[in-house]
């Protein structure tokens, strides 16, 4: 089956400028994450769901970051008036269960930049 | 704090030398590590965990405690085995909440 899914893949905004990043995640997939990847730097955390539960939010780098997940599946992560340090690829991870061991399936990122 | 330390951002071996991937990490609990790779122009995707002690494509990974250390070893390295990898450490954030902290990621290169 298709795996996780993000759209756009690229995407290039002015200064100021909101952009709104997709996540479609495996099917029946419980958990689903966001991490921030910065060029030379390993992905860092942002938010976790489970389901449409936002259990963990505290990566997230400033109140001009929102993400949510309504029906539990699909996940949007917005990011108001950005700013050239917003600029790094946003990866989506879902994993079928709750369970902290349970593995975690990557999409391809978009790559946001900021000019 | 927990932390995952990768010293090495790019490492070249020759084909068919031995190659290890170092980690080492900082976590008050009971750590449970994983390593992930990412093939040119590929998504990111698990390699292995610790808590499965498999070895996945020649690669195996053994937790020592005492040292905090993750290392990935291979016996033979391939051209194959050229790729990025990223050693992580779950962490919990409490209120049923985890997380992936990563290593900044090492380029491991295998010279023909």
């Known amino acids: 089956g298709a795996g996780v899914s993000q759209s756009p893949r690229y995407k290039v905004a002015k200064r100021g400028q909101d952009v709104a990043l997709r996540c479609d995640p495996i099917?029946?997939?419980?958990?689903l994450f966001w991490y921030q990847q910065a060029l030379g730097q390993g992905p860092e955390f942002l938010t976790y769901?489970?389901?449409?539960?936002?259990?963990?939010k505290s990566g997230l780098p400033s109140d001009r970051f929102f993400a949510e997940r309504p029906e539990g599946s699909v996940s949007t992560l917005k990011i108001q008036r950005t700013q050239q340090e917003d600029s790094a690829v946003y990866l989506c991870?879902?994993?079928?269960?709750?369970?902290?061991?349970?593995?975690?399936?990557f999409g391809p990122g978009t790559r946001l930049t900021v000019l | 704090a927990q932390r995952v330390t990768q010293p090495e951002k790019l490492l070249s071996v020759f084909k068919g030398a031995p190659v290890e991937l170092k980690c080492n990490y900082s976590?008050?609990?009971?750590?449970?590590l994983f390593w992930y790779v990412q093939y040119s122009r590929q998504r990111l995707q698990l390699l292995l965990r610790?808590?499965s002690r498999e070895s996945i494509k020649g690669f195996t990974a053994d937790l020592n405690k005492g040292e905090t250390s993750f290392h990935l070893k291979k016996p033979f390295a391939q051209e194959e085995d050229s790729a990025m990898y990223y050693c992580?450490?779950?962490?919990?954030?409490?209120?049923?909440?985890?997380?992936?902290?990563f290593g900044k990621g090492t380029k491991l290169s295998v010279i023909p």
């Open positions: 976590y008050s609990g009971s750590p449970e």
């Open positions: 099917s029946g997939h419980v958990s």
């Open positions: 769901f489970q389901n449409e539960a936002q259990l963990d």
């Open positions: 610790h808590i």
């Open positions: 991870a879902s994993s079928f269960t709750s369970g902290a061991t349970d593995t975690q399936y």
């Open positions: 992580a450490l779950i962490t919990y954030s409490g209120a049923g909440s985890y997380q992936l902290t």
